[in-house]
């Protein structure tokens, strides 16, 4: 019976003696940080969200970071937002989110949180000034038949982590939105050259990707990411990889 005592003592000891080190390893690893990529429409459904979503996935995981998709507005509480560093609103259109759930994200940028808006994000709550303002603007139209063509987007400033890898001009082909009530207070990061396409509708001036502090918070709005062709594209993958890392304040 001793001799059992003993045993099932020297047992325990070694347990927990093998479970100490781990421990102490993992006081010295970096836990990933959380995104939250949100894809709920109540208007159009891009066909390219499911292939944005494995993307985001795809960066977070070799770059630190864990990319969680929801669908549901009831997600949108300040309790749980507190838990990601970054929203993504991917894709997203029209009336996603109701009173409460605008007032929690609100909140939530007040308090020092970080927004991505792709592409029809800008296509997204055209009731709620706020977040046309969080966003920099609102989709106004794009060109038709076809809808997607090949354009050249001018790089305005590379000193960003989202466009240091760019060449002067880029020349890829999307979805190009024209866009209504656009801030002044955003930095301008790309501009579409409306003479490379036809049905621009913004001019000389028509920003194609921004960013800017704002109302406690980050944002950053790229246009790009309507096709599932884009998110195949290394230059555009390092871009979205740029803007998040802008978001998630590590450059």
């Known amino acids: 019976m001793r001799f059992t005592i003993l045993l099932l003592a020297f047992c325990l000891i070694f347990s927990v003696n093998a479970q100490e080190e781990p421990v102490a390893e993992k006081e010295n690893v970096k836990m990933p940080e959380l995104v939250m990529v949100f894809t ?3 208007g159009y ?3 390219s969200i499911e292939k944005g979503v ?3 996935r795809e960066l977070g995981r070799k770059n630190g970071f864990v990319a969680l998709q929801t ?3 009831e997600d949108f509480t300040r309790q749980n937002l507190n838990n990601y560093k970054l929203v993504v609103f991917l894709n997203t259109t029209m009336d996603v989110l109701n009173d409460a759930q605008q007032s929690a994200f609100e909140s939530y940028i007040k308090g020092g949180g970080a927004f991505l808006g792709v592409h029809a994000a800008a296509d997204t709550e055209y009731d709620w000034a706020w977040y046309g303002r969080l966003v920099g603007g609102y989709f106004d139209s794009h060109p038709h038949d076809p809808n997607v063509r090949q354009a050249t987007v001018e790089v305005m400033n590379k000193a960003h982590p989202s466009t240091a890898h760019l060449p002067d001009s880029w020349s890829r082909t ?3 939105y024209n866009y209504k009530n656009l801030s002044s207070d955003t930095m301008v990061l790309l501009n579409l050259d409306e003479s490379s396409y036809e049905g621009g509708t ?4 028509h920003p194609i990707a921004w960013y800017h502090e704002f109302d406690g918070g980050r944002a950053f709005y790229t246009g790009s990411g309507h096709t599932e062709d884009s998110y195949d594209e290394p230059m555009f993958r390092q871009h979205l990889l740029g803007a998040i890392e802008w ?3 590590r450059k």
């Open 40 to 42: 709920k429409t109540e």
């Open 45 to 47: 459904r891009h066909k």
């Open 54 to 56: 494995q993307t985001l």
């Open 71 to 73: 669908e549901s507005g």
């Open 174 to 176: 999307d979805e190009w």
């Open 202 to 205: 913004n001019g000389s001036n």
């Open 247 to 249: 978001c998630l304040k």
